[in-house]
């Protein structure tokens, strides 16, 4: 599984992004999708979860309310809708894949993508 994230950039502190990862292969729909942030100087840390069949998601404290994770299993593609964004969100944003969603939200997957970077200024 190859998994492609996009749609990253820089916003003002209350604006809104839409971060895409899409996938290859025709088992998407068996994975759990996630994603993670990294910002300088800390660790990677995880933001947000999905299963693999849409009947669960979950959030990190520090974005709950401010962005949703969703996904398209007829496009292999899952999305992060980040809204009232704030400096703090600043980082390399990743996808994550695995068949299980509590080793997708611990950050334990089988596959990862490429960041896309987050700006957000104040």
């Known amino acids: 599984v190859q998994l492609q994230a996009s749609g990253g950039g820089l916003v003002q502190a209350g604006g809104s992004l839409r971060l895409s990862c899409a996938t290859s292969?025709?088992?998407?729909?068996?994975?759990?999708m996630g994603w993670f942030r990294q910002a300088p100087g800390k660790e990677r840390e995880f933001v947000a979860a999905i299963t693999s069949r849409d009947t669960g998601t979950y959030y990190a404290d520090s974005v709950k309310g401010r962005f949703a994770i969703s996904r398209d299993n007829a496009r292999n593609t899952v999305y992060l809708q980040m809204n009232s964004l704030k400096p703090e969100d600043t980082a390399v944003y990743y996808c994550?894949?695995?068949?299980?969603?509590?080793?997708?939200?611990?950050?334990?997957?089988?596959?990862w993508g490429q960041g896309t970077q987050v700006t957000v200024s104040s």
């Open positions: 292969g025709p088992t998407f729909s068996r994975y759990a």
């Open positions: 994550a894949a695995d068949p299980s969603v509590v080793a997708t939200i611990r950050g334990t997957v089988l596959y």
